[in-house]
């Protein structure tokens, strides 16, 4: 991939100005940017924030950024991968205009990393409603996995026009911010992500094929009870409401035994999605070669 494909510049400093303020970025925040480009967003965000830090991987824009921000005491330039970075403080904020080739890597590491507690991101709205779910979609895995921590909310719709190169997906812009009081707490967190990743993965179409084998036969009865839906109800048509009411029960109630059954759910399920996308590259790479040794 050519870092010039990712990127879908800004023009408008008014615009800028306007996202920046419909987030509320202030004077008390160190803000992350990923991919500053030009410094569009950079230079509005040093305007209301206590610190910008941006992370560029492009080496004639950082060289330029460089130059641009030497003199600006807010504003500290590092050249490199964001994947790869950690701000070296303790807490921060994310805005950003995002390169779209990452977007779930870049959400699924900020998301997780307990120090960032709002992000702004200028991304595309498909990913968007995959991590937002409801109302915007149905509840996901994704969704079902962060909303416990983060209200996520749609805050802006872009034209096209409002980037140069202008971009073939619908744009918007996102945000992500940190539930004061999570809905799923720290001494649940393990359990519930184990939780979650074996109901997703566990055999059965319907959402009670999925749940029953976690429950003894008098306690599925009682959970039924309390959740008042209907059996045929798929997973994907289940609110986040029910999903944690159904958790909740499960910490409180589920027996030894069948908490041992989640054990790692959730890390095994991130390895085989690893391996797969590993497989899934090597057989690019394998087609690619194909394809260039035909042609010779
Ligand atoms: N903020 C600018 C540019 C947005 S385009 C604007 O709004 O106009 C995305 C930016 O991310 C580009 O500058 C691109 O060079 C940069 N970028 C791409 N991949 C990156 C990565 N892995 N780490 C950091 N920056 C990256």
């Not at 996202?19 to 803000?31: A, K, P, Q, T």
């Not at 330029?64 to 701000?87: C, E």
Request: proline share 3%; charged share 25%.
């Amino acid at each position: 991939m050519n870092i010039k494909d990712t990127q879908n510049f800004l023009h408008s400093t008014k615009l800028v100005k306007h996202l920046i303020d419909i987030c509320n970025v202030n004077s008390d925040d160190v803000v992350l940017e990923i991919g500053p480009g030009k410094g569009i967003i950079t230079t509005e965000l040093s305007i209301c924030a206590s610190k910008v830090i941006a992370v560029e991987f492009d080496k004639e824009l950082y060289i330029k950024l460089s130059k641009k921000y030497a003199n600006n005491d807010k504003v500290d330039v590092f050249y490199g991968d964001i994947l790869k970075f950690t701000p070296s403080v303790s807490n921060y904020c994310v805005f950003s205009n995002i390169p779209f080739n990452i977007t779930s890597k870049i959400l699924n590491k900020f998301l997780s990393d307990k120090k960032n507690d709002k992000m702004y991101l200028i991304m595309q709205y498909e990913p968007f409603i995959k991590y937002a779910g409801a109302p915007y979609y149905n509840e996901t895995l994704r969704s079902m996995l962060y909303k416990p921590f983060f209200d996520m909310e749609l805050k802006y719709k872009f034209n096209p026009s409002d980037f140069k190169p202008a971009p073939q997906a619908r744009i918007v812009l996102a945000s992500f911010e940190r539930k004061i009081f999570p809905d799923v707490k720290m001494e649940e967190e393990k359990l519930y992500k184990d939780f979650l990743a074996y109901v997703y993965t566990n055999k059965g179409e319907t959402f009670f094929a999925k749940i029953k084998t976690l429950f003894s036969d008098n306690q599925i009865k009682r959970v039924w009870g309390q959740v008042e839906i209907d059996k045929t109800t798929k997973i994907s048509e289940v609110s986040y409401e029910v999903f944690l009411k159904v958790f909740k029960l499960f910490f409180l109630y589920g027996t030894d035994k069948n908490k041992q059954l989640v054990t790692d759910s959730f890390s095994n399920m991130n390895k085989q999605n690893n391996k797969l996308q590993k497989n899934h590259r090597n057989m690019n790479r394998f087609s690619r070669s194909n394809h260039f040794s035909s042609r010779k």
